[in-house]
């Protein structure tokens, strides 16, 4: 494989399948579904199909949330969708997100089926829907909005930038390590001078900004994502770990993060969620040995 320095780019790129990464087998450059596939439907209004990455994350947290708050609405049912193995390009999941990403949300609680994809839309939706979790008063909602949108806009620096070429590239790129380093610590610092001034994002209250910010941004600073902590000293950002502990003592959140989960302890992993006892049963099948 040529070196950075070497590449010249031809004048019409082309794709080579399996030019190594980690999501080699799986990213394309075309969109549509690969094979037929039904999704599974559960009970209740809310269909999830996600997976417990960051972006999984935000969603199940928000449901969690919206149930602890006690809207019997928002009682789901999240099913496993392996990226890995392309349950992304099925025919039914397309249908719900035509850009094959998790998470996908189908809301069966009306006459008609209502589909939402693009975890930011999914949060504004059910805050809507519920009335909880996004202000309704001018200025606050703007504050919120404008930082869960700076989640959705700055994410895929980290994410696809510094994350891909820090740990899952196939070859270690100094330019593209130190352009996406620099720019994950600048975000850092943007949240950090923001939470020296404010409890969360949008200011007293906790809203949809800190459940969309805090899977990224929170797992970073907790030393969660790509095992980068130390690489970004990421510990300087006191006002970021203030705010990443808090949130995650959330019964809610804790609750939320377990859901789709496929990675860490066992004991950390619901892989479907159908009922709020499936938590339980979940403890008690590990603590068992099942």
Request: with cysteine.
């Amino acid at each position: 494989m040529s070196s950075s320095s070497e590449y010249t780019p031809p004048a019409v790129w082309t794709w080579k399948q399996g030019n190594g990464g980690r999501f080699a087998n799986i990213n394309r450059p075309i969109a549509g579904a690969t094979h037929e596939k039904a999704l599974p439907v559960g009970k209740h209004p809310l269909q999830l199909y996600s997976l417990g990455t960051p972006n999984g994350v935000k969603v199940t947290v928000m449901l969690e949330e919206l149930l602890a708050l006690g809207h019997s609405g928002a009682e789901y049912d999240a099913w496993l969708i392996k990226i890995g193995d392309g349950d992304q390009f099925g025919s039914d999941f397309v249908a719900i997100n035509p850009n094959s990403k998790i998470p996908a949300l189908l809301d069966r609680s009306g006459p008609k089926p209502i589909r939402v994809f693009e975890s930011g839309a999914i949060l504004v939706y059910l805050a809507e829907k519920f009335g909880a979790f996004l202000p309704t008063e001018p200025a606050a909602r703007a504050e919120c909005l404008s930082w869960l949108f700076w989640q959705m806009g700055s994410a895929p620096y980290l994410g696809g930038g510094f994350g891909h070429f820090y740990a899952y590239a196939p070859v270690k790129i100094e330019y593209a390590i130190d352009r996406f380093a620099m720019e994950t610590k600048r975000q850092l610092d943007v949240l950090d001078r923001r939470l020296a001034e404010s409890e969360y994002l949008g200011g007293a209250d906790y809203t949809i900004a800190d459940i969309a910010v805090w899977p990224w941004y929170g797992g970073l600073a907790k030393g969660l994502l790509y095992g980068a902590a130390e690489f970004l000293q990421v510990q300087e950002y006191k006002n970021v770990q203030r705010w990443a502990d808090q949130i995650a003592n959330r019964p809610a959140v804790r609750r939320g993060r377990m859901v789709n989960r496929v990675q860490g302890e066992l004991s950390s992993q619901l892989h479907e969620r159908h009922d709020a006892a499936d938590f339980d049963t979940q403890t008690q099948d590990k603590l068992s040995g099942g």
